[in-house]
């Protein structure tokens, strides 16, 4: 796969343009205030963007940020300007003509910033161990529509784990499939190429995940896919796709399932462009000033990550109240009365 990858993002597509997807974020979805630093990266950088959607969590400046498969450098350049001149990001490729193209315009940037804190590293997304980076290193990783195009997508995620800090994140947007693809999708080079053919069944992908030392993923977005090239989309048979963005934190704690402790966090309305609420995932959507009960998987997210300052925190674990109500799992035992005492038996 890494030769069909490699051809494809390196020689065959020139241009945004040239995808036969409608994977790459449409400008006007862009929150307000990313816009601007959008406009102050190099247009050849941002011809050459390939991502599915937008990989900025709040609160990173001052951050080291690790970029799994940043071609030719747009979310490098992005993050570069939010972590600011105390902090770090290092972008990972495999494709030399990408990375060719981010390398060439790093002293425009280094002089539109102010500095520079960027660097770039030619290699394998599925081989972090040999890059020589530090084991517990990294704030925040990063990646954009990269992980489905890994051919080994389980050492992805235990590298990156190896990588993060405690309490650090992984955040990315990648494209998942409704069921597991077919072979004449997962082997087609073009549907490789175009995201499609290595897109995991979304249940799949949760169990790999929580298997690599990531429990509790956090669904922040998703929409639909368009293949819009109809000879592509007939190869695709019945199989829907959808881009994603999710969440995984490093936490040792986290149980498998939203356990009630009786907690509470109010938001302190304090993280920049999120004045009236914070959004942690896409079922948490916390009001400033607000009691807003949560599970204890919920409560380690926001006490032990670096957004711990700016939340209030009621409760502690001292008490455990079963299953946190309407967190999808519910009690598998009947529910029914009680027999009475002269019911007949019906157990073994």
Not at 28 to 38: E, M, Q, R, T, Y
Not at 115 to 139: C, K, M, P, W
Not at 238 to 266: I, M, N, P
């Given at each position: 796969?890494?030769?069909?990858?490699?051809?494809?993002?390196?020689?065959?597509?020139?241009?945004?343009?040239?995808?036969?997807?409608?994977?790459?974020?449409?400008?006007?979805?862009?929150?307000?205030?990313?816009?601007?630093?959008?406009?102050?990266?190099?247009?050849?950088?941002?011809?050459?963007?390939?991502?599915?959607?937008?990989?900025?969590?709040?609160?990173?400046?001052?951050?080291?940020?690790?970029?799994?498969?940043?071609?030719?450098?747009?979310?490098?350049?992005?993050?570069?300007?939010?972590?600011?001149?105390?902090?770090?990001?290092?972008?990972?490729?495999?494709?030399?003509?990408?990375?060719?193209?981010?390398?060439?315009?790093?002293?425009?940037?280094?002089?539109?910033?102010?500095?520079?804190?960027?660097?770039?590293?030619?290699?394998?997304?599925?081989?972090?161990?040999?890059?020589?980076?530090?084991?517990?290193?990294?704030?925040?990783?990063?990646?954009?529509?990269?992980?489905?195009?890994?051919?080994?997508?389980?050492?992805?995620?235990?590298?990156?784990?190896?990588?993060?800090?405690?309490?650090?994140?992984?955040?990315?947007?990648?494209?998942?499939?409704?069921?597991?693809?077919?072979?004449?999708?997962?082997?087609?080079?073009?549907?490789?190429?175009?995201?499609?053919?290595?897109?995991?069944?979304?249940?799949?992908?949760?169990?790999?995940?929580?298997?690599?030392?990531?429990?509790?993923?956090?669904?922040?977005?998703?929409?639909p896919l368009e293949v819009t090239?109809?000879?592509?989309?007939?190869?695709?048979?019945?199989?829907?796709?959808?881009?994603?963005?999710?969440?995984?934190?490093?936490?040792?704690?986290?149980?498998?399932?939203?356990?009630?402790?009786?907690?509470?966090?109010?938001?302190?309305?304090?993280?920049?462009?999120?004045?009236?609420?914070?959004?942690?995932?896409?079922?948490?959507?916390?009001?400033?000033?607000?009691?807003?009960?949560?599970?204890?998987?919920?409560?380690?997210?926001?006490?032990?990550?670096?957004?711990?300052?700016?939340?209030?925190?009621?409760?502690?674990?001292?008490?455990?109240?079963?299953?946190?109500?309407?967190?999808?799992?519910?009690?598998?035992f009947s529910q029914g009365a009680?027999?009475?005492?002269?019911?007949?038996?019906?157990?073994?």
């Amino acid at each position: 796969m890494h030769d069909i990858v490699q051809d494809y993002y390196g020689r065959q597509l020139k241009s945004t343009s040239d995808l036969q997807t409608d994977a790459c974020c449409d400008s006007s979805a862009v929150p307000i205030w990313l816009k601007p630093l959008l406009a102050a990266i190099h247009p050849e950088v941002l011809s050459r963007y390939y991502g599915c959607g937008l990989v900025c969590p709040p609160l990173l400046e001052g951050c080291r940020v690790l970029d799994l498969g940043c071609g030719s450098g747009r979310d490098v350049y992005l993050l570069s300007q939010l972590v600011g001149p105390s902090g770090e990001v290092v972008g990972v490729d495999m494709t030399d003509e990408q990375l060719k193209v981010a390398e060439q315009h790093r002293d425009y940037h280094a002089d539109k910033f102010g500095y520079d804190n960027v660097t770039f590293l030619h290699g394998y997304i599925e081989r972090l161990e040999e890059l020589g980076l530090q084991a517990g290193s990294f704030d925040v990783i990063v990646s954009n529509c990269v992980v489905n195009l890994s051919t080994d997508k389980g050492a992805v995620l235990r590298g990156l784990h190896r990588l993060l800090k405690e309490g650090g994140e992984f955040y990315f947007s990648d494209v998942y499939a409704d069921r597991r693809v077919p072979d004449t999708v997962r082997t087609d080079p073009e549907l490789i190429g175009e995201c499609l053919g290595g897109a995991l069944y979304w249940n799949d992908f949760l169990e790999l995940a929580h298997s690599n030392g990531f429990r509790d993923s956090r669904l922040v977005e998703s929409r639909p896919l368009e293949v819009t090239n109809p000879i592509l989309s007939a190869r695709c048979g019945r199989v829907h796709f959808y881009s994603a963005t999710y969440r995984l934190f490093k936490l040792a704690g986290l149980e498998r399932d939203c356990e009630d402790y009786d907690q509470a966090v109010v938001y302190k309305g304090s993280i920049p462009d999120q004045p009236n609420a914070f959004n942690l995932d896409g079922h948490h959507r916390i009001e400033t000033g607000r009691v807003f009960p949560v599970c204890g998987n919920t409560w380690k997210m926001l006490a032990e990550t670096r957004m711990a300052p700016h939340f209030d925190f009621i409760g502690d674990f001292s008490q455990h109240y079963g299953l946190f109500p309407g967190c999808g799992r519910e009690i598998p035992f009947s529910q029914g009365a009680n027999l009475s005492s002269n019911a007949e038996s019906s157990c073994c």
